[in-house]
């Protein structure tokens, strides 16, 4: 075992290692971005001594516990017979525990696992109460005779620039051009014929950004014709506008946020919302109708509300996702899956791919012309629908995932080594090793592997790169790691379905592009290295 330790160091330490990696090194980015993707790596190995529900170390009665490396049950510390997994900080928080004052806990720095959901009670501001103005669209209604007058109205001021009470006897066709169709469609109503539904898009005449929406329901012939037509009026704006939010602590007459609209409420309206904000605690949630400058809103008034996704706070700086987990944990423990997942799968496609390269290449012949056959038919087969397949049957976990993805990923780099074999083999100290009685498996392995590796170092990072980023995807269309896995994938994926968290496609997309950048860095470097002519060029 020494011997061959001391052989290996000897391979590392020759004149031909030393010069690739002073080549490596050379090219700085490819340098900086190894240490980076390294650092990276160990940092995410340490996860649970970072983000952890269960405290390093604690004190209880005298005894030390350490939770991050074993495991108690609940009844260590609270000796109520049940052997559950505690939850640390209620038992931090429990009389039981404080009554002593040599007990105590040191938690992580940062004290929350990627599978543990926050208290939403924990975020919230009791003393924020929130006032949402929500715009709601205009509708009204009017009847108007045979020569376009209005004969009767329901909340229909605001379409004509007066008074509820003044729409009355005002004639229509003053405030809007009634194209054909329409007029053709009142006709048929006051004929007391069959007429279709019909809607029309109208823009006035005196205000020519303003936009109704005209609309008039399916009429049936009656017993008597009717002497007027109903039509429904709507702002056909695409948009009623956004939904203004106003928050107040409590017992203050101005609102923390939002005191540019609060001064367009006249004084009643004012009034009428501080009444309600002393309302607050007795009636968690009120409603109520508020016109402004022309504009109806429905006003609620209820206490500060905690939603996920929630964005980044002084404890969770990363935010948190839909189910209340902290980002930062699961980008953390995301990240020692993500290389984890890629450097064995790299690995394993590499060994495969190794091996069947190296069979073809070195026999050659029918085995070779068999091989390939084979690989290409193999390489047909549709890896979703296998990898879809093969999850229903056996369910969804990081070994199969694995194995599925091994079994596909290796033909590539089969055909380098297939090649570079078939190159090797004719050399003389292969026939050498040939006339001295070795075996083929030893003159494959001793051999001519050694000579044949320069594909395997120089694919392997952007290797690294594609199994990185095939997860991710996975993941992203759910066919990845079973959840509650941390995945920067799923985190992606919980963006498309909350598109205003910013934060669940920030964090996770930087955190990809700086691993796969790294990689593709380092990948450039070890080109460099390997590539016996690094400064010739074409002229």
């Not at 695409?238 to 004084?267: D, M, N, R, Y």
């Not at 008034?301 to 189910?323: C, S």
């Not at 397949?389 to 990081?398: E, K, T, V």
Request: aromatic share 12%; hydrophobic share 40%; glycine share 8%.
């Amino acid at each position: 075992m020494t011997s061959r330790i001391t052989s290996f160091i000897q391979r590392l330490a020759n004149p031909v290692t030393l010069k690739r990696l002073r080549r490596f090194r050379r090219r700085k980015r490819a340098w900086i971005a190894l240490w980076v993707l390294l650092g990276l790596y160990a940092f995410s190995l340490c996860a649970e001594l970072i983000c952890n529900d269960n405290p390093l170390y604690v004190k209880y009665n005298g005894r030390r516990y350490f939770p991050v490396f074993a495991f108690y049950p609940e009844d260590t510390f609270l000796h109520h017979g049940k052997h559950t997994r505690p939850d640390y900080k209620a038992i931090h928080a429990s009389p039981t525990f404080q009554e002593h004052p040599g007990n105590y806990m040191i938690f992580t720095p940062v004290p929350f696992g990627p599978l543990s959901s926050v208290d939403p009670a924990s975020l919230r501001d009791e003393d924020i109460i929130d006032v949402t103005f929500v715009p709601q669209p205009n509708v009204g209604n009017i009847n108007i005779l045979s020569d376009y007058t209005v004969s009767r109205q329901t909340d229909s001021g605001y379409f004509f620039g007066c008074g509820n009470d003044e729409v009355t006897g005002r004639a229509v066709e003053e405030y809007w051009a009634f194209p054909p169709e329409l007029k053709e469609a009142i006709a048929l109503r006051l004929a007391n014929r069959e007429a279709p539904p019909y809607t029309a898009i109208l823009r006035g005449r005196r205000d020519a950004d303003q936009q109704t929406e005209m609309s008039l329901t399916r009429f049936s012939a009656r017993s008597r014709p009717p002497q007027s037509v109903r039509i429904t009026l709507r702002d056909a704006h695409e948009q009623t506008g956004k939904k203004i939010k106003l928050s107040f602590v409590q017992g203050a007459e101005k609102p923390v946020h939002g005191q540019a609209f609060w001064e367009t409420l006249s004084t009643a309206q004012q009034t009428t919302v501080r009444e309600r904000l002393a309302q607050a605690e007795s009636l968690p949630a009120q409603t109520l109708p508020m016109t402004i400058r022309d504009k109806n809103y429905q006003v609620r008034i209820e206490p500060d509300t905690v939603q996920f996704p929630h964005p980044p706070v002084k404890r969770h700086f990363m935010g948190l996702d839909n189910a209340g987990r902290d980002v930062f944990a699961r980008m953390l423990y995301g990240l020692r899956i993500s290389l984890s997942f890629g450097l064995l799968l790299v690995a394993f496609s590499m060994t495969l791919g190794i091996v069947a390269g190296a069979i073809q290449g070195y026999f050659g012949g029918r085995v070779d012309i068999l091989s390939q056959r084979l690989i290409e038919i193999w390489s047909a087969l549709p890896f979703l629908y296998i990898m879809i397949l093969m999850g229903s049957i056996y369910g969804r976990r990081f070994g199969l995932l694995l194995f599925c993805y091994g079994i596909f990923n290796w033909i590539g780099i089969s055909y380098y080594m297939r090649a570079e074999f078939l190159r090797l083999r004719r050399q003389p100290f292969v026939d050498a090793a040939k006339c001295m009685g070795l075996p083929s498996w030893k003159i494959m392995g001793k051999h001519i592997l050694p000579n044949a590796l320069t594909p395997v170092i120089t694919f392997f990072p952007f290797s690294l790169v594609g199994a990185i980023g095939s997860l991710a995807a996975l993941d992203y269309l759910g066919f990845g790691l079973p959840p509650p896995t941390p995945s920067w994938g799923e985190l992606l994926h919980q963006a498309q379905m909350f598109r205003w968290a910013w934060w669940l496609i920030l964090y996770p997309a930087l955190g990809l592009f700086a691993v796969m950048l790294s990689g593709v860095f380092i990948g450039e470097g070890v080109r460099d290295a390997f590539d016996p002519r690094p400064f010739s060029r074409m002229e």
